[in-house]
């Protein structure tokens, strides 16, 4: 079933720019991770919230968490254009045994 | 090895014919899953591995589909009888518990 939806569905924006993505989910969690995507093929993993956590960075990377709202957001800061992938966001549900759910993507274009 | 490797990395079928996609994880990560990806869509869980526990096997979309992990490494996802609508990006990951997943590169299957 799919736990993460992701807002919006595709971003277009310029070179230096901030973007910022969004992901609300349904259940409680034990955390919240952030995956890119190139070119339709593996993930790659970015960043891990855990449910007691509000914000975290890594890099141009912040992601913040809400579980009251039970919503997400990631924001990259200072756009280039190699940024240009799809982002998923990935829930750890509060149960034990249970793999990552994925939302459906946000598409993000930088262009130069 | 240093990564997940998964292979074929293409695989054209015919209707009806079976498959065989294979999944090797990183070394000493107890936990391997399998997913799918439709056309810009996002991923689909198949099924999950961890350590010696039964697999959750509950993401399998009909028993055409099965996975056997032998001793704790490779798995092999296979499916029977293909059909047009199994055509897809299956991606393999595999984590230590609680971690974010490390991604294969994936095998897109088509079935003509």
């Known amino acids: 079933s799919q736990q993460g939806e992701e807002d919006p569905q595709a971003l277009s924006i310029q070179e230096g720019e901030n973007a910022t993505m969004n992901c609300s989910y349904k259940?409680?969690?034990?955390?919240l991770q952030w995956y890119r995507q190139n070119s339709g093929r593996g993930l790659v993993h970015l960043i891990l919230?855990?449910?007691?956590?509000r914000e975290k960075h890594s890099g141009r990377l912040r992601v913040t968490l809400d579980t009251s709202k039970k919503s997400s957001s990631l924001l990259i800061t200072a756009s280039r254009a190699a940024d240009t992938a799809s982002y998923f966001c990935a829930t750890d549900p509060n149960q034990a045994g249970t793999a990552l759910i994925f939302g459906k993507g946000t598409t993000l274009s930088v262009s130069s | 090895g240093a990564g997940v490797s998964q292979s074929p990395s293409n695989k054209v079928t015919e209707k009806g014919k079976d498959v065989e996609l294979r999944c090797d994880p990183i070394s000493g990560h107890t936990a391997l899953y399998w997913y799918r990806q439709s056309l810009g869509q996002g991923l689909e869980f198949l099924i999950y591995f961890q350590g010696n526990s039964a697999p959750d096997k509950s993401g399998l979309p009909s028993d055409r589909f099965s996975a056997e992990r032998t001793g704790g490494s490779v798995s092999t996802l296979t499916i029977q009888r293909t059909q047009q609508e199994d055509s897809a990006v299956y991606l393999c990951a595999s984590s230590l518990a609680g971690n974010g997943y490390t991604f294969g590169s994936g095998t897109r299957l088509t079935v003509v």
């Open positions: 919230i855990r449910s007691n956590e």
């Open positions: 259940t409680s969690i034990n955390n």
